[in-house]
């Protein structure tokens, strides 16, 4: 099914990305310092570990009542819309907790924001690997998402550090991040549920033949999946550890002030955004497999560089986040496209369609992968002797810097080798989709 829509469709589809992804660095680097004053920090790390770990159990259970459960209003759609209403509640309480908040408020609403998160988020983007079988198309499509996502994520953490600037109060700064999320959100999924449609869309076999861990369990048998998914986890957790560390880093590493810290946030979002449209053009070029195995080894060379610098010296450190955050829209734009590509190849193996299954379990991975960043790097720096409150020596200080930025280089030569030999290429989906048609 090779799409003949337009951009200005799949703008429309995209568009909500940029709301869902606007809370992130409210929820992970404020939200726990809100309530820690009040509650206790490792009470309120805790509670967002128990809540974390439930979120990933959600998540296949979302994925899969999502593949089968077929509504009036479509496949998709309801839990978009269900979810969406959950999410902008959530955000509302969170931020605005009560003088002496409790363990179960903070339990409750953080537990209802990550289900209605997922309730959105599964659905959304296992519908765009729906919406066209062309394997240039797919790559516009979560590039252009993405993009939006990258976009989302800069004006959210910018804001913050930005109206402080201006005389406002830092919690001013959140509340205009958290009411733009409900808003813009609104407004994205609106346009969303309006405008794009479910018809057309190849589903194969509507009645479930599993449950939905035992479902997961079944995609062992699907080799493509398996080899891109743990690359996927593997690129995941080389992201995820400098990212954890890249404030400590920049201020226990390079000396670097905090202003100059805000600047290189946004040089590395910004060029994350800007490399997208050119990521997918070599993809469509060269092959999805092959641009971001390139995108990786980038990467690693810019992180090889990272241990040659010196303390304060800003501008060497600019140019990594430059590479760095090109590396990152590559990350963002091209794996889930190639997760559409091998989702096809499911459809086909297992005669059914199962989408959202194969994105949840995706989800389960980048969470997994996030939460394994900080559990690795955190207690390893401290294991090496690394201290936030006491004066580090050159030993520590070394660490620190392996630990950012030559971990992450083993997972990604991990990842690339998994990559660069793929089996599922532009002529092989044609092979594939050829093959689907042909059983309609």
Known sequence: MKSKHNNKYYFYYSLPAFALAMPTIPAFIYLPSIYASSIGLATTGFVLLIARTLDVISDPIIGYLSDNKETKFGKRKPWIFIGSIICGFSLYFLFNPPIEPSIYFLFAWVICLYLGWTMISVPYIAWGAELSSDYGERSKITGMREALTIFGILIAGTIPVLLPTFGFEENTGLMVVVWGTIILGAIGIFVLLRNISEKNIIYLNNKPKKKPYKSILTLKDNKPFLRLVTAWFLNGLANGIPASLFIIYMEYGLNISKTDQSFLILIYFLFGIISIPGWVKLS?????????????????????????????????????????????????????????????????????????????????????????????????????????????????????????????????????????????????????????????
């Open 284 to 440: 469509n070029a060269y092959g999805k497999h092959k641009v971001w195995s390139y995108a990786m080894i980038m990467t690693c060379l810019a992180f090889v560089f990272v241990l040659t610098i010196k303390p304060g010296d800003l501008s060497a450190f600019a140019i990594i986040c430059v590479i760095t955050g090109m590396g990152f829209g590559a990350d963002m734009a091209l794996p889930p496209s190639i997760q559409a590509d091998v989702i096809d190849y499911d459809k086909l193996k297992n005669k059914e369609s199962r989408a959202g299954i194969c994105f949840a379990t995706w989800s389960m991975s980048t969470k997994l992968a996030l939460a394994l960043a900080v559990g690795i790097s955190f207690p390893l720096l401290e294991y090496l002797g690394f201290s936030l409150q006491e004066t580090n020596d050159p030993s520590a200080i070394r660490a620190l810097t392996m630990i950012y930025a030559g971990l992450p280089v083993v997972f990604k030569l991990v990842s690339i080798c998994l990559v660069w030999s793929f089996p599922i290429n532009r002529e092989r989906l044609e092979i594939i989709l050829r093959r689907l048609k042909a059983k309609l």
